[in-house]
């Protein structure tokens, strides 16, 4: 029986010994992005838009294969869109900085989108518990995406860069919390390999 329950139990066990193994490998990583997009973040966000145009090109060559296909019936409409997406995407590529400030404006555009119905939310909602918090998250929400939509490149350099911190951070605490499960499976283990005994008594008092 005791060998049936160690066979069962030693899957789970090297399960756990490689979770925090895991958990440290992935803080590390998430450390090292951290501090590559901290302390490059003009570079970090040349590749965000090389692989945003790549994306544009992609797309742009699946609307032409499609064109080809006899089961559509818009062909024309497919490929003259393919064909701007494929130009646009090129575009994009040879122009970091237009792309940059493009996705500057889609954050500030959405964060403005998204200041606005939370205060919209926030009035209608009437004497509602937290409605006070719904109108102040509005307001920040709606003077960050106004900030952010008039400097694009600047705010989303500022953005990168705060990414980057909480990824550090993120990264450490990933990193600890690992090393404390570590010392939690090795305490474990000591008590599984010495067991109390209970209604033993030392050796020598054995008849």
Same mark, same amino acid.
């Given at each position: 029986?005791?060998?049936?329950?160690?066979?069962?139990? !030693?899957?789970?066990?090297?399960? /756990? @010994?490689?979770?925090?193994?895991?958990? /440290?490998?992935?803080?590390?990583?998430?450390? *090292?992005?951290?501090? *590559?997009?901290?302390?490059?973040? +003009?570079?970090?966000?040349? /590749?965000?838009?090389?692989?945003?145009?790549?994306?544009? @090109?992609?797309?742009?060559?699946?609307?032409?294969? !499609?064109?080809?296909?006899?089961?559509?019936?818009?062909?024309?409409?497919?490929? *003259?869109?393919?064909?701007?997406? *494929?130009?646009?995407?090129?575009?994009?590529?040879?122009?970091?900085?237009?792309?940059?400030?493009? @996705?500057?404006?889609?954050?500030? @555009? +959405?964060?403005? /989108?998204?200041?606005?119905?939370?205060?919209?939310?926030?009035?209608?909602?009437?004497?509602?518990?937290?409605?006070?918090?719904?109108?102040?998250?509005?307001?920040?929400?709606?003077?960050?995406?106004?900030?952010?939509?008039?400097?694009?490149?600047? +705010?989303?350099?500022?953005?990168?860069?705060?990414?980057?911190?909480?990824?550090?951070?993120?990264?450490?605490?990933?990193?600890?919390?690992?090393?404390?499960?570590? !010392?939690?499976?090795?305490?474990?283990?000591?008590?599984?390999?010495?067991?109390?005994?209970?209604?033993?008594?030392?050796?020598?008092? !054995?008849?």
């Amino acid at each position: 029986m005791r060998l049936q329950e160690a066979g069962t139990e !030693r899957p789970a066990a090297l399960g /756990v @010994i490689g979770s925090w193994q895991a958990t /440290v490998i992935v803080g590390v990583a998430t450390l *090292i992005l951290g501090l *590559i997009v901290s302390f490059h973040p +003009s570079g970090s966000l040349n /590749v965000i838009a090389v692989l945003f145009g790549l994306l544009m @090109i992609l797309a742009g060559l699946f609307h032409l294969i !499609r064109m080809f296909s006899s089961a559509e019936s818009h062909r024309v409409w497919l490929g *003259i869109s393919g064909l701007l997406l *494929i130009v646009l995407g090129v575009v994009l590529i040879r122009h970091l900085h237009l792309t940059v400030a493009i @996705i500057g404006l889609i954050i500030g @555009i +959405s964060w403005i /989108v998204q200041g606005l119905s939370a205060l919209a939310g926030g009035v209608a909602a009437g004497d509602v518990e937290g409605r006070g918090w719904w109108i102040f998250f509005g307001i920040i929400s709606l003077i960050g995406g106004i900030v952010i939509t008039a400097v694009p490149v600047a +705010s989303v350099t500022a953005l990168a860069v705060l990414v980057g911190i909480w990824f550090i951070v993120e990264g450490l605490f990933e990193i600890a919390g690992g090393f404390i499960l570590r !010392r939690m499976i090795s305490q474990s283990q000591v008590t599984v390999v010495n067991p109390p005994r209970s209604g033993e008594g030392p050796v020598g008092s !054995r008849a």
